[in-house]
């Protein structure tokens, strides 16, 4: 009489194990994704925090706008502004010596931010990080703000809502931090521009402005 062939297969217990090791793999892994964000939702924070504290900072040392300082000549090879007040130029600059980018080679300069020269820093998900005044010309934007403000650019729906939140009133329409539908990488901020509510998509992009406090 042939012997019965025994099948091979996994038993409950061991079907059971291995699903219950995939939904931990699966929940480490959106765990870690929401960390990243968090992350990035602090560093751009961090970004306008500091760089009001470093604008503050430096007015306090030489009663001057950094970018627009007449007396940046106090550094040897350093470019001065016109003293008129008015930081100009637009915060998407990518060439020239113009007060907006000048703004950081002042900061820098002074010792209130890392790096050299006048180039943009760049934010945590590589968009770049700007400073003007209104429409650069000293006129309203962004649905009514005039004054100094930070822009940083390229922030995905989630971060973008999270900070203003955060920030301000979580409204990108309405309050001291604005929004900017984003179509292309450093849009210009200017009078035409329409301030928009964050409408979480998953692909939707933000330019965020803050007026500076």
Known sequence: ?????????????????????????????????????????KGAIADFSGISAAYHGYQDRYRAIPGDDLGATRWTGATPGNGDGILGGTYNASAGSGESRLWWDHLRRAGFIVGA??????NAVSGIIGVQTGDAAGGSTLGGLSQLMACSTSLPDKIALAVDVQMDDGDGATGSVRALAQSS?????????????????????YTVCRQMP
């Open 1 to 41: 009489m042939a012997a019965r062939r025994r099948q091979s297969g996994f038993t409950l217990v061991e079907v059971a194990i291995v699903l219950v090791i995939i939904g931990l793999l699966l929940g480490g892994i959106l765990k870690g994704q929401e960390l990243i964000a968090q992350a990035k939702v």
């Open 117 to 122: 020269g006048q180039r943009q820093p760049f």
């Open 185 to 205: 990488p450093s849009p210009a901020v200017d009078g035409t521009s329409v301030p928009a509510a964050y409408a979480e998509t998953g692909t939707n992009v």
